[in-house]
Nanobody
């Protein structure tokens, strides 16, 4: 059974940066696209960014594509989310997820989920 474990969350001032990591274990995700979602208090979970199985294709939510960068290290079975110029509205629990074959943006399309890491941005 594949397990995804996120790390790297924390408290940062507005304008700062964080890098989130998602490590996969229990199986290979070489044919899976990986994605980051986030869920703020009282809001629905939303797509943030995705990366294809080879790492060569990426996709971003419009509001984040200028500030966030997703990448993956296949050899380490790890996906990263570099977040810059953080804003208070970026405060949320960030989740790593995997979908078969290609990048998908729907929550219901994911096969695997991590438990999330909390990111808090202070103003």
């Amino acid at each position: 059974q594949v397990q995804l474990v996120e790390s790297g969350g924390g408290l940062v001032q507005a304008g700062g940066s964080l890098r989130l990591s998602c490590a996969a274990s229990g199986g290979t995700l070489s044919t899976y696209a990986m994605a980051w979602f986030r869920q703020a208090p009282g809001k629905e979970r939303e797509f943030v960014a995705g990366v294809g199985w080879s790492g060569g294709t990426t996709a971003y939510a419009d509001s984040m594509k200028e500030r966030f960068t997703i990448s993956r290290d296949i050899s380490k079975n790890t996906v990263y989310l570099q977040m810059n110029s953080l804003k208070p509205e970026d405060t949320a629990v960030y989740y790593c997820a995997a979908s078969p074959c290609r990048i998908k943006v729907q929550v219901t399309a994911m096969d695997y989920w991590g438990k999330g890491t909390l990111v808090t941005i202070s103003s």
